[in-house]
């Protein structure tokens, strides 16, 4: 065979027909599940909430839909229940993100330390984060209940109290057993975080800066402290995110009462939504909860920004 039947054979064989694909083509084919698992639970759900958002539909009124276009947003931002269920939101998040943060650093810093038993400590931060949240609001609402509350025995026996409290039947008391148990549970997760940024620092900077005279609280606040700041930003918005649209726990330990003291603005939302059949209003609701949420995501990265920058 000649020199150009062998070229001509070779280039006609298998090995020249299986030409390679794309590489954007290869990396296509792998998003793809993923991109459609995201198209069919998160995009399709929130274009059907934001058309709802934009009619007056209610159970009540079965096949009467009018569009209201933005009345429903305009209703809900008029309206004085929805301020109120806001403030609430936003005071169970700075008083529980605060108490979080600042006992996740207490701990963090005591779990940093070369103790002996450092492994069993930190086991047993670890285990309040670990139990599911409906555990953890049961637990807590047993714990504060009027009767055989461990609560009450426990502060009568200490001679704190003289009598036995209604701790979440008090509109007074309510809100703050609801923020207890939600910083019981999630103070450890911001403890973890805090540790791991605390150990990317070197120690050999904290001992420079004793042997330079620095007493151990100005070694925190000028050496340890201003190097895991951004990790600390990063944990106030994850936080902050999360405890904003608090549900589960307020709605199991007291349905959003007594006389709505810890309805907050997600609560709101689902008893809009789904005990007043009013879902037009209530989709409306989710997606002003959600544009706060961004506006304070947004200026926590922004602050996170300009700490890159510096």
């Known amino acids: 065979m000649s020199q150009a039947l062998r070229v001509r054979a070779a280039g006609t064989g298998p090995a020249h027909a299986r030409r390679p694909w794309p590489e954007s083509w290869v990396a296509a084919a792998f998003i793809a599940p993923a991109a459609l698992v995201v198209l069919f639970v998160v995009v399709v759900p929130l274009a059907r909430a934001a058309w709802m958002s934009l009619f007056d539909i209610s159970l009540v009124r079965p096949g009467d839909e009018p569009f209201v276009g933005l009345g429903n947003y305009i209703e809900q931002l008029t309206s004085g229940d929805f301020w109120a269920a806001t403030w609430r939101a936003l005071w169970f998040t700075v008083v529980s993100t605060g108490l979080e943060l600042g006992l996740g650093l207490a701990l963090a810093l005591l779990m940093d330390q ?118 600390i930003l990063i944990v106030l918005v994850l936080r902050t995110m999360e405890a904003f649209k608090v549900f589960d726990i307020v709605w199991i330990m007291t349905g959003g009462g007594p006389a709505n003291a810890t309805q907050t603005i997600a609560i709101y939302a689902y008893q809009t939504a789904y005990q007043g059949y009013d879902f037009g209003r209530g989709a409306a609701l989710g997606y002003l909860i959600a544009l706060v949420i961004m506006v304070l995501a947004a200026v926590y990265l922004r602050l996170l920004g300009r700490l890159g920058r510096t």
Not at 121 to 132: D, K, S
Not at 148 to 173: E, P
Not at 175 to 186: E, N, Q
Not at 208 to 229: C, E, F, N, S, Y
């Open 114 to 231: 070369p103790l002996r038993f450092r492994w069993l400590l930190r086991t047993l931060v670890i285990l309040p984060w670990a139990l599911p949240t409906i555990v953890n609001a049961l637990m807590w609402r047993w714990i504060d209940n009027a009767e055989y509350g461990a609560l009450n025995a426990l502060l009568t026996q200490l001679g704190i109290l003289h009598s036995y409290q209604v701790w979440l039947s008090n509109s007074d008391l309510a809100m703050w057993m609801v923020i207890l148990a939600d910083v019981w549970k999630m103070t450890p997760l911001v403890a973890i975080l805090l540790l791991a940024a605390l150990q990317s620092v070197s120690p050999e900077l904290v001992e420079a800066a004793k042997v330079d005279g620095a007493t151990t609280l100005q070694a925190l606040r000028h050496v340890l402290l201003p190097l895991i700041v951004p990790v």
